[in-house]
């Protein structure tokens, strides 16, 4: 188990300025488990990443596996940019990667288990370069797992994949997990593939705000949601509030969410030919909508405005 | 003693893979020194004086030097190279020791250096020039030193720059005065009294004096005044140890 304890972090700017990136973060992350750690940009994510790899040193706090510090030598990591040698093949990335862990590596001597989860069998010789980002990603993954690490510790690995390459690249990732018995850490903002994680870890300036199966997270929303756009919110809030049980959240200034009921049940209330409302649908219940509720503002806008600064 | 060896071997082999692989590379390496020994000893032939040596002949180790200058600092930029194509981060994340990094940045530099100055040494037979192969080989160990000791240099400003085209430019504004006032291109000699001090004030001057006596052994020609063999082996061992020492601190602070 991968026991985060009360870690604290600040970087310390030149001209005396300081930002404080972790408050005493503790959580723990179970062996055969993806972990999903997410938060806005600026949230601590990154920090955390940084210093369970060990590119950053611990300020406050201590990180353990199984009792015992994470060396190098015990941990994967993928980054959020590729660390692959381009010019060389797949092969060649794996044997160098391998040295570096005092290992020497042939060909035959590469799990093939692993190939073939992977499906990188047949594409050894071809160079890193001549591969989709999707490949990439695999042969990314294939060096984090070739050393036979406990701890894969994963940063944004999504990144710049479409959503059936995203699909496939978490798919492999759970079933290498479950199946080696690693710790995973996975630092993400893809809330769609967080929700599909054993647990989420939700972080918010600096601290963790939930720490949960992710079916528990959402438990309070029900098995659907409906979410009305349009205008004059608060009012119409106010009337479902009177004639119902229903409990609604603003999740935008233009969209309320109501939680735990269905849209035939909304409709008996609300009428839809009402010229203050654009839209109504019907959904399950996001992570978003967990965040809003915890927070009061949207996580992916969050992302989204950092992006765009 | 395997910890260190297996990460420094792979990356070492890995740096020569680019090269080798990099045709234009090796094109380009051959082919600009041969062109500038050339241009230049049929130039300046009638216009320097060698100390009695013809002038193709006095510049030939003086481009030898050209080689493995340019071909072990520039090896360096495959540093900026690593750390922006992310390559870099999974080394420092591996266990690979940091001195494995330095030293295999030193190795992959002066075996370029070496393979295009030897390359280079195929002419030797057009210089008119007869070498003692104790010169040969001795040239050969100082080359080796030469470039281990200038990869350290490109290795300490590469390590701190993030593009390759600022390392280009800092270097060239470096290496062109540094090789001009090393005693390569003409003799120190009755130069101007200022420009004399910044010659002795270059560390290159004491390398580069070094090689021309170990590579003019036996030959004929003579390398007068200079410094002394034991200054130029001090300086050279001093030059190297503290760019060695200097780029093993920068890594293991990062």
């Known amino acids: 188990m991968l026991t985060i304890d009360n870690i604290s972090h600040t970087y310390h700017r030149r001209k005396g300025a300081a930002t404080r990136a972790l408050d005493g973060v503790s959580f723990d992350a179970a062996h055969g488990e993806v972990t999903a750690v997410i938060g806005p940009n600026g949230s601590g994510k990154s920090t955390l990443f940084r210093l369970v790899t060990g590119a950053l040193h611990l300020q406050q706090g201590g990180i353990q596996l199984d009792g015992q510090h994470p060396g190098s030598a015990r941990l994967g990591v993928v980054f959020q940019s590729p660390a692959l040698d381009r010019q060389l093949t797949v092969f060649e990335n794996l044997y160098h990667h391998a040295l570096l862990y005092g290992r020497r590596l042939k060909k035959a001597q590469l799990p093939a288990e692993l190939l073939d989860v992977l499906e990188l069998n047949g594409r050894l010789d071809s160079k890193v370069d001549e591969l989709s980002g999707g490949f990439q990603r695999r042969v990314e993954l294939a060096k984090a797992l070739l050393t036979e690490p406990e701890l894969l510790v994963l940063d944004e690995p999504f990144t710049g994949l479409d959503i059936n390459a995203r699909d496939a690249f978490f798919s492999v990732l759970q079933h290498v997990t479950a199946a080696r018995g690693l710790t995973t850490l996975l630092v993400t903002h893809e809330l769609s593939v967080a929700t599909r994680c054993d647990r989420v870890v939700l972080f918010e300036e600096g601290t963790v705000i939930a720490n949960e199966r992710p079916g528990a997270l959402l438990s309070d929303f029900g098995r659907m949601v409906v979410v009305i756009r349009g205008e004059d919110l608060d009012t119409l809030a106010a009337r479902i509030a009177a004639s119902s049980d229903i409990v609604s959240l603003r999740i935008a200034d233009d969209a309320l969410l109501l939680k735990n009921t269905t849209l035939q049940d909304v409709l008996m209330i609300v009428d839809e030919r009402d010229s203050r409302i654009h839209d109504i649908e019907a959904r399950r219940p996001t992570l978003e909508d967990y965040f809003i509720a915890r927070t009061g503002h949207a996580l992916q806008d969050a992302v989204g405005e950092l992006e765009a600064a | ?254």
């Open chain 2, 1 to 254: 003693m395997t910890a260190i060896l297996l990460p420094t071997y792979s990356l070492w082999i890995r740096d020569l893979k680019h090269f080798i692989r990099q045709r234009s590379r090796v094109i380009g390496a051959v082919g600009q020194p041969f062109v500038i020994w050339i241009f230049l000893s049929a130039g300046f032939k009638n216009s320097v004086n060698a100390g009695g040596a013809d002038y193709g002949a006095y510049l030939f180790p003086g481009i030898i030097m050209l080689i493995a200058l340019f071909a072990a600092i520039f090896s360096t930029i495959s540093v900026i190279e690593d750390r922006k194509s992310g390559f870099l981060q999974g080394v420092l994340t591996s266990p690979a020791p940091r001195a494995s990094i330095v030293w295999s940045k030193m190795l992959a530099g002066t075996t370029i250096a070496l393979l295009q100055s030897v390359v280079f040494m195929v002419l030797l037979p057009f210089t008119g020039l007869s070498l003692s192969w104790e010169g040969i080989g001795l040239s050969i160990l100082i080359l080796a030193g030469t470039g281990m000791t200038l990869t350290g240099l490109g290795f300490l400003i590469s390590w701190s720059m993030s593009s390759t085209q600022g390392f280009h430019a800092i270097m060239n504004l470096l290496l062109i005065p540094m090789w001009i006032l090393s005693g390569a291109f003409f003799p120190p000699e009755g130069t101007a009294s200022w420009l004399g001090v910044i010659i002795h004030l270059n560390p290159l001057y004491y390398i580069t004096t070094l090689f021309q006596k170990a590579f003019f052994a036996g030959s004929g020609v003579s390398v007068a005044g200079g410094p002394s063999v034991a200054v130029s082996i001090a300086v050279f061992a001093a030059l190297f140890l503290l760019l060695f020492i200097t780029s093993l601190r920068l890594v293991r602070k990062s």
